[in-house]
């Protein structure tokens, strides 16, 4: 393990030992573990179909943490997609997020793809080589609104591992880019029905003429992911509800367009 993944993994540590001792420090502490699945009928992901053309089963499992009348609380998690096809993505993540009063959180992700790559160093999850790895770290940061600002924001940074490469003028790789992504929503409700329209945008510019692709699959930078989402749940009996939610999606760089629905158990 290099000394950047040392530092990485080091963050990740301080941040969640830093967040506990705030938590213990309330009269009375809550916890919760949550576990759930989503079956989608497509996997698509700030504007990129990462499922293929298959169904994909999302599995997520997660512990919150939140002190008693304080204003922070800790989620750690792991979320994955598993599709139908065997040429399409498989993706497992864990996740450490810090939230602030409900409105403003920091996220670590790790994200992982195995299978993505035939080579079993690749598919390694323990090889955390910058230059091998099949792991990718970003830092995210959100307003997550509220119901006199029904405005979100989020601001997304790959920080190591499997991002899109800078080239040399020879073609030899320089350095990862360090892909950012921006996006902003506006969410409300129709009676039962809560919707969200966002717009996200990826920040870098490749250079096309040396053979450089953006991590988003863009070939500059602009707008990748722009949709209309609603939800609902549908009442199963007195003590269930089944929870909806149907997406119209459309990637302008990449010229597609999305229709998804999913359930979620």
């Not at 959180?105 to 299978?115: C, E, M, Q, V, W």
């Not at 996006?183 to 040396?210: M, Q, R």
Request: aromatic share 14%; with cysteine; hydrophobic share 40%.
């Amino acid at each position: 393990m290099n000394l950047s993944m040392t530092r990485i993994i080091t963050f990740l540590v301080a941040l969640a030992t830093l967040s506990c001792i705030s938590l213990k420090s309330n009269a009375q502490e809550e916890s919760k573990l949550q576990l759930g699945a989503d079956l989608m009928s497509r996997y698509v992901w700030r504007g990129l179909n990462l499922g293929g053309s298959s169904p994909s089963i999302q599995p997520w499992i997660s512990y919150d943490i939140k002190g008693e009348n304080s204003p922070h609380a800790l989620t750690i998690g792991s979320w994955a997609a598993y599709t139908f096809s065997q040429t399409s993505n498989q993706e497992v993540d864990l996740y450490l997020t810090y939230t602030f009063n409900e409105i403003v959180s920091l996220t670590i992700t790790d994200y992982f793809f195995p299978g993505l790559y035939s080579s079993p160093d690749r598919s390694n999850y323990f090889n955390f080589n910058k230059d091998s790895t099949c792991h990718l770290f970003e830092g995210l940061i959100s307003f997550n609104g509220s119901e006199k600002i029904p405005f979100t924001f989020l601001f997304a940074m790959n920080l190591y591992g499997n991002d899109a490469v800078r080239l040399n003028s020879d073609g030899s790789v320089d350095k990862i880019f360090m892909s950012k992504y921006i996006e902003v929503g506006y969410g409300k409700s129709i009676g039962d029905v809560d919707y969200n329209i966002f717009l996200g945008a990826a920040l870098d510019k490749p250079k096309t003429n040396l053979g450089e692709i953006g991590f988003y699959g863009n070939q500059s930078a602009g707008v990748i992911n722009i949709g209309f989402k609603a939800s609902k749940s549908i009442k199963i009996n007195d003590s269930y509800s089944l929870p909806i939610q149907a997406a119209l999606i459309t990637n302008p760089e990449a010229k597609n367009v999305f229709f998804v629905f999913g359930i979620s158990l």
